[in-house]
């Protein structure tokens, strides 16, 4: 009999930390983001999805780069759905990762699962960690609710047994979305329903992939012949499968350097991928059509990968591989969901087994895809999968039962704000809290309320609903200061500007504004001021902070970076050095600091120190996806030298010398 229950995973893991308190007003690292030549090339529609609304920044979000790399034993709460055959164990704090799935018949994990839990820089607002089935929504990249909690609650399931609900308000888009886990009775296959719903009265753009960690020695396998190649060095470009540049491409560890592989798959193709083992063994994924792209992601055989790879995790531990669906082609695209409209469609993930010497031998690639395709329909006929996406969809809308974890109080406030109706998925006000408090009351009464003591400011709010509101409430410094960043996100600089001028000249505390306003020169080319305005920012934050809890500690640590990167990048060194020796002890000693000191000691003249802090090693636990800085200062600490593998984590060919 199918169960749903409670449960607790105990494992090495680093605490996420808090939240950087300032707002993050500075465009994306563009990772993803693809060169003009290769753009020239593409098909229309794909050409078209690629430049339609990608996001240029995370607010409302906020950075998560609290965390760090020590992993003493933590508990997180898990619910797990089994029946006889089947065991999904689910983190509805964390994204509602499915963290393992577990087939009792073969007594085999089918997932890659991670031995530890470990942030690293690589979801949009930074802590992301590997492993398990993860839920990507908002735009291009991992989830901003990839550390995040959603609500989670029973619901009766298509045939009668209990189903797992996961839901949330994604806020980069303002969308809410579900996702409905069940396992009919003696099945072999999870069944995941998911639907992304348009409350809204004009269209958005939506991103939807689904991205499953397996073990990396495995084949990947898909229904085509073409794949759309993208590396980090941004090219995006249409390559044979399974081979070519010399090797077969469906086997992660023939690269050397990480890459996606965008499967091209004929209209009217059954979507599938799979991840087999040299056995013939492991697991498929499954959908009905609107889900339509599959990818593969490798981190490759090289150095920089193999380190990124033992970043992600403990030593010892084996390396992973990706495989993806999703509602586009490309990750790089975003698909338009009109107006009180919704997406919605069936996954099936389980255990696949076939032949494996029609599956890895020297045979023609057609004939191993067509083993799995006829494998899979003998095991779960594509007419089966349809049907039970016709029987789940008219159960989305069922009123959730018993509450089993709770997610943000943002789409309660959404609720309230717009009137919306969304069923099947409360946003109940039960879950208001601190955060959402004075927007509620900005809301029911148009006053932000000023704080009653000096505090860090709050998240701010930006779509134009909370922009219109903050420009007819009365002109305090924190109604200032969130309409500056509400029209700094909508582009509106100048304005951005002119509100949190105004703040400033009626604000109790001026760090906030100076900031911000600091942020502002540097966009525009004015770092003078820029630096200037950074460091004054930080001379008042640390005459006004009033205690040495966590948000005021993350506070000080955001800005003392900014201020000293601001500093050294026009050459004011002492005043950078003054600002270093401020911050405190446990900050300094942060690998993310201990990477800025060595900037510091360069931009000094001190080589010699520079080198000595790298030779004495640290780690910069949140190094972004795709950073090379720590080669760059490798190579001006020790010109000439070969880069340590410690801090080898280049993810593209490096481009050569003149002259070689």
Not at 89 to 101: D, I
Not at 109 to 128: C, H, S
Not at 297 to 309: A, K, M, T
Not at 615 to 638: K, Q, T
């Amino acid at each position: 009999m199918t169960v749903v229950r409670r449960a607790v995973l105990t494992l090495p893991g680093a605490a996420l930390g808090p939240a950087n308190p300032l707002p993050p007003l500075r465009p994306l690292d563009q990772v993803h983001e693809v060169d003009e030549r290769s753009a020239e090339d593409l098909p229309l529609d794909m050409a078209r999805q690629l430049g339609y609304q990608p996001l240029r920044g995370i607010l409302p979000e906020r950075l998560r780069d609290g965390y760090g790399r020590e992993r003493p034993p933590v508990d997180l709460d898990t619910i797990v759905i089994e029946n006889d055959r089947l065991r999904a164990t689910v983190l509805p704090g964390l994204g509602g990762r499915v963290a393992s799935l577990f087939h009792k018949p073969t007594g085999r994990e089918l997932l890659y699962r991670n031995p530890v839990f470990q942030p690293a820089a690589f979801a949009l607002n930074g802590a992301w960690f590997s492993g398990g089935i993860e839920w990507n929504i908002g735009a291009t990249g991992h989830s901003t609710l990839s550390c995040a909690p959603l609500h989670a609650a029973r619901v009766t399931a298509p045939d009668g047994t209990e189903m797992l609900r996961l839901w949330e308000w994604e806020r980069l888009r303002d969308l809410p979305f579900q996702v409905d886990l069940w396992l009919p009775e003696d099945s072999d296959f999870l069944y995941v329903g998911v639907r992304v719903r348009n409350p809204h009265e004009k269209p958005a753009p939506v991103y939807w992939w689904s991205n499953i960690a397996v073990p990396e020695e495995r084949r990947v396998l898909a229904p085509a012949r073409e794949a759309w190649h993208f590396g980090y060095a941004r090219s995006l470009r249409r390559v044979p499968v399974p081979r070519f540049d010399g090797a077969d491409r469906t086997y992660p560890l023939n690269s050397e350097f990480p890459a996606d592989y965008f499967y091209e798959i004929e209209d009217g193709r059954r979507r599938w991928i799979a991840a087999l083992d040299a056995s013939g063994q492991g697991l498929v994924q499954t959908s009905t059509d609107t889900l339509r792209g599959r990818k593969l992601f490798l981190w490759g055989g090289g150095s920089g990968g193999r380190r990124w790879q033992e970043w992600l995790t403990e030593p010892g531990t084996g390396g992973y591989a990706e495989i993806q669906a999703g509602l586009a082609r490309t990750q790089l695209e975003h698909v338009r969901l009109e107006a009180q409209g919704e997406f919605s469609w069936l996954e099936v993930y389980g255990p696949l087994t076939a032949d494996a010497g029609t599956v890895h031998g020297a045979g023609e690639w057609g004939a191993a895809v067509g083993e799995v395709e006829d494998r899979l329909e003998r095991a779960l006929p594509r007419a089966d999968v349809q049907a039970a996406y016709e029987a789940w969809l008219p159960h989305a809308d069922t009123e959730p039962g018993q509450r089993l974890a709770a997610g943000s109080g943002w789409g309660a406030l959404e609720v309230l704000r717009a009137g919306v109706k969304v069923p099947g998925t409360p946003f109940d006000e039960s879950t208001l809290g601190e955060e959402q408090a004075p927007w509620r009351e900005l809301l029911e009464s148009g006053i932000f309320p000023e704080p009653r003591r000096i505090g860090v400011p709050g998240p701010s709010l930006t779509s134009p609903a909370w922009r219109d509101m903050l420009e007819t409430a009365p002109a305090r410094p924190l109604a200032e200061y969130h309409l500056g960043v509400a029209q700094w996100h909508a582009g509106d600089r100048a304005q951005a500007v002119r509100s949190w001028e105004r703040g400033l000249e009626l604000a109790v505390s001026d760090w906030p504004f100076l900031r911000c306003l600091a942020v502002a020169d540097a966009t525009d080319g004015h770092l003078e001021r820029a630096a200037d305005r950074h460091a004054a920012a930080f001379d008042d934050l640390c005459a006004e902070r009033r205690d040495e809890g966590e948000v005021w500690r993350a506070a000080t640590a955001a800005l003392g970076r900014e201020a000293i990167e601001a500093l050294l990048l026009v050459e004011r060194t002492v005043a950078a050095r003054g600002v270093w020796e401020r911050l405190p002890a446990a900050t300094r000693a942060r690998g993310r600091f201990r990477l800025l000191e060595v900037h510091l000691l360069l931009a000094e003249g001190e080589v010699a120190a520079a080198r000595a802090v790298l030779d004495a090693g640290f780690e910069v636990a949140d190094l972004r996806e795709g950073a090379e800085v720590l080669g760059e200062v490798w190579a001006r600490a020790a010109p000439g030298e070969p880069l340590p593998a410690r801090y080898d984590f280049r993810m593209r060919p490096q481009a050569r010398p003149a002259g070689e």
